[in-house]
């Protein structure tokens, strides 16, 4: 994979692993942005597999700064829903071809920069069911479902947290916890589908060093810009990516 790679491709790579950083330090609108690039250079469905160790690495990053802050009370309710719909993506992925994955990838991106749009603009459209026990399950399956398929369901757990009026601080810290429990079951999974091979490993290896830049950027920037002008921005180039995945041009 490495030895392929053109200037431009090692560039988009590396934004893509900065913008892991800045997504776990408190801008998970940012999490779509290294799937679409990653998904470009290596398709929809051998990307996973290279941004699943590098996810991790920014995880335990997310954890040093921020893990204190977790909520476990919400990291239990919203387990077991994800892990069925860990399952339910990884039976997914075994039964469709690239072709039709990258569609689907596509669709999930755009549904999901979709409901970050909304939560932006109409927050209040959230405020009366974050409580019930079909909120939680449903968007535990979608989380499943997302970070399975397309590594891309910050937004989703995003969502559920901050619906339930969790702090900045406290989202964060809880949401490192959970991908980080998710994201070491999906590897054994990913390795069964040969998405993880030493070559996405070395590419993993090679530019995991911008994770923790990027969440040192984030933590800079989380005080000195909008979180909603900066996700806005970052939403409207993603959807766009997206479409293009979905093969709209």
């Not at 053109?6 to 999490?31: D, N, R």
């Not at 949401?175 to 999974?189: D, G, R």
Request: include cysteine.
């Amino acid at each position: 994979m490495l030895s392929t790679l053109t200037p431009q491709e090692i560039g988009l790579l590396a934004l893509g692993a900065l913008g892991i950083g800045v997504s776990k330090s408190g801008f998970p609108g940012v999490s779509m942005l290294h799937v679409v690039l990653y998904a470009f250079v290596f398709g929809a469905k051998d990307s996973t597999g290279v941004l699943l160790p590098m996810l991790i690495v920014g995880d335990f990053c997310a954890i040093h700064f921020f893990g204190r802050k977790a909520v476990w009370s919400q990291v239990r309710r919203l387990l077991p829903p994800t892990l069925v719909g860990i399952v339910l993506g990884w039976l997914l992925m075994g039964w469709l071809n690239e072709d039709v994955f990258k569609r689907l990838v596509g669709v999930i991106i755009l549904s999901l920069t979709t409901v970050q749009v909304a939560r932006l603009w109409r927050p209040h459209w959230f405020d009366r069911v974050p409580h019930q026990a079909w909120f939680a399950t449903t968007l535990g399956l979608l989380a499943g479902l997302t970070t399975m398929t397309a590594n891309a369901a910050g937004p989703v757990v995003a969502l559920y947290l901050l619906a339930v009026s969790l702090p900045k601080l406290e989202l964060i810290g809880t949401t490192a916890w959970l991908f980080l429990v998710l994201n070491v079951l999906k590897l054994p999974l990913s390795y069964s589908l040969g998405l993880i091979t030493p070559s996405s490993l070395a590419v993993g290896a090679s530019f995991a060093a911008a994770i923790p830049l990027g969440i040192l950027a984030g933590r800079w920037l989380v005080h000195r810009v909008s979180q909603r002008l900066f996700n806005g921005i970052l939403l409207a180039f993603t959807a766009i990516a997206a479409l293009r995945l979905v093969g709209l041009f």
